[in-house]
């Protein structure tokens, strides 16, 4: 009898009464797949109920919008439950009704370049970037001598901001469940100065000779976030990433608690007034401000990256971080790894995660071309045993 049951093709002449197709179905299933577990739950779902600090039926797993090409692998994670996150549909729109921004690209020694030139009553200003991929590098950077600082300041002030939510409430619908939608606050002021228009060296130069003059344009750049934050916070966006990319050598603890931690603060409380949740992209070093990161008012460190990779742990980070959810990035050196130590990863951190679940798995650096399909496959399978 036993042996009977067991196979679907006689559950027909069972009984006249069960609906032998569905339930021969399932007895075929049952005995053949060797794992099967129901998730409710929507990728797009999974992230908002953790973001708002309420159980996910598996963790989420996310991926940028920049790092999944489009195939059928991709199509199998995200029935299996990969969101991604798309960050080009913002909620502001910038003018500058005294300024013109023109870009032209040209070739050189057979290699292409983007030339970004401002123009403003108080003289011209240009930068130069060498595409990358997904991403450039300057090799010119915007400020060339003090003269650019009344320059710089006319092109801070001149800027003008606005709400603009009708393109991010049509992709949110196009989109629908696979896709997260994130809002960006942009950099945090110094570093603005610091990395994206003078480099480091020169700023260096500059933070000693001239410091008042890179003063005055973040106190140019913070009225101009002053005016940002409410527009953000009052979108339809659910959370939005203010600055990151620091590192902890060149900004420094002290310029950290000075310039960046009030504004995270400043920030997060106009979030929560409106039931928004703000993140930071903090994926370097970060043991020597945790503890500034931990009494912020950010709601989650976004991209932040386990040893071996950084100098602090998962678990010591949920210790640290009591109360924010780590969206952390799947540690990169882990891609060149084994499948067997990519699953062995993958559980840890899920382990470590445990009792809160205050984790998002993300990926939001490049996995090498020969292995993100099986890397991100094996990771998705963990995920969804858990």
Known sequence: MKSFLNTAYFVPFLCPFVNFRKFAISIFFC?????????????????????????????????????????????????QGLCIVNRHHNVLKVSSPNVVYETFTYTENGV?????????????????????????????HIFKTPDDYKRLLFMVKDQVFEPSYEDFLAAEKMMGEDVILRAGIGGTPLHSVMIGWMGVETFAVEWAERRDEIEKLCEALTEN?????????????????????????????????????????EAGEIFRKHGKFLGAHLDGNNRIWADLVAGSALDYVEAFTPSPDTDMTLSEAFEIWKGKLLWINFPSSMHLASIQKIKETTRQIIRDSLPDGRLIIGITEDIPEDRWQENLLAISEVINES
Request: hydrophobic content about 35%.
């Open 112 to 140: 292409q370049y983007t030339r970004h030139v401002t123009r403003t009553p108080a003289g011209e200003l240009f930068s130069i970037h060498k595409p990358a991929g997904f991403t450039s590098w300057c090799t010119s």
């Open 225 to 265: 976030l002053r005016k940002i934050f409410p527009i953000v916070a009052k979108s339809p966006a659910l959370h939005a990433n203010f600055g990151g990319n620091e590192t902890g050598n060149v900004m420094g603890r002290e310029r950290f608690a000075k310039y960046v931690i009030p504004l995270y603060n």
């Open 31 to 79: 005995k053949n797949v060797r794992y099967i577990k129901e998730k409710k739950m929507t990728p797009k779902g999974r992230v908002e109920a953790v973001l708002r600090g309420e159980k996910a039926d598996m963790p989420p797993f996310t991926i940028y919008e920049t790092k999944l090409p489009q195939c059928s692998l991709e199509r199998r994670l995200r029935n």
